[in-house]
């Protein structure tokens, strides 16, 4: 998610095909479906507050805390009374699974790693929601309607990442518990999402880019949806909580989709950074056509990327989606935007 450590290790890894829609259960297995409450961020203390003074405090449930705490209905339940469903398994192995009794998730809170287990499913399923009210499974053909992995505080670091080899997402626990931020899980989520329309998708310098700029853009997309209010803090910022461990700036953000970053003279040469250029294309195109249908178009345009596509065939790309889904004039305000970053 920030260091570029990761990319090598992804890049070196033997990629397996992506994994299709989780398979029917065996008789007498939970049938997926179920529903249980749960208590979550939306997406995440800071963003929901608005105060930027919040600190991790070593994990403590201060009272400043109590009133972000949200009840939400976790969907798509395999029935077993555990965090796993059609779209993610959650596995922890820092304290006891999360266990729903009566319908219904204890009211965990930040103290309590299974916590971050039920924002972990609830993220990753409210992500695939998402995508579904675009169309995509229904209008438009699935994207990444499978069962992944969600490792929960099993990585003593501050960073989260997707492991395509083993299409499991790991949420770190430095800092601020990865977990706690919903951004973060959808950044990552956003990497699976690429996995499973183009296997193997990210293995250049660019590519790779697009995977962390549309991992932001997802992140921002989905929180803004399922909150259904206007952000109190800066809606361009990505993951406002997690990052408070790492930035003294205010707002606090790990990365912004309103950047001026343009190319070529702005390229790093480190996927995260470089990722500004695209991510604020996409957030002028989100900006020209709505949320639905520039999400839409930026989705379906992935499923025509190389898996080292360039910054250029995939904006060409983006483009051509756009133009096919709404038309001349959506089009060309795809174009712009990407013309606007120096892309095309």
Request: proline share 5%; charged share 20%; glycine share 10%.
């Amino acid at each position: 998610m920030r260091t570029p450590s990761f990319l090598a290790s992804v890049l070196a890894a033997a990629v397996l095909p992506a994994a299709t829609l989780a398979a029917t259960p065996a008789s007498g297995a939970p049938s997926a479906g179920s529903t249980a409450t749960g208590t979550v961020f939306l997406p995440n203390p800071v963003q929901s507050s608005g105060d930027q003074s919040l600190t991790d405090a070593g994990d403590a449930d201060l009272p400043v805390f109590g009133p972000e705490y949200r009840t939400r209905t976790l969907t798509d339940l395999d029935g077993s009374g555990r965090l796993a469903g059609s779209y993610v398994r959650v596995k922890s192995s820092t304290g006891p699974a999360a266990k729903a009794v009566g319908g219904a998730f204890p009211a965990y809170h930040r103290d309590d790693d299974r916590f971050e287990q039920v924002m972990g499913y609830y993220w990753v399923t409210t992500a695939q929601h998402y995508l579904q009210h675009l169309g995509f499974g229904s209008t438009l053909r699935p994207v990444n309607q499978r069962q992944i992995e969600l490792r929960i505080d099993q990585y003593g670091g501050d960073n989260s990442f997707f492991r395509p080899d083993k299409a499991n997402i790991t949420l770190g626990k430095g800092g601020v518990d990865d977990g706690e931020d919903g951004e973060v899980v959808v950044h990552e989520y956003g990497h699976s999402v690429q996995d499973g329309q183009v296997p193997g998708f990210g293995t250049t310098l660019e590519s790779g880019s697009i995977g962390e700029a549309f991992g932001d853009y997802l992140a921002v997309a989905v929180s803004s949806w399922a909150a259904g209010t206007p952000t109190t803090t800066p809606e361009a910022c990505v993951a406002d909580w997690d990052s408070t461990s790492y930035t003294r700036r205010t707002p606090h953000c790990l990365r912004r989709l309103d950047g001026t970053k343009h190319y070529p003279e702005d390229v790093q040469g480190e996927v995260h950074a470089d990722g500004e250029i695209w991510s604020r294309a996409l957030w002028d195109i989100r900006t020209a056509l709505g949320d639905t249908r520039a999400s839409t178009a930026i989705v379906e345009a992935q499923f025509a990327f190389a898996p080292d596509t360039s910054f250029r065939d995939a904006a060409t790309a983006t483009v051509a989606a756009a133009q096919r889904l709404y038309g001349r004039s959506a089009a060309d305000q795809v174009r712009k935007a990407f013309t606007a970053r120096g892309i095309l």
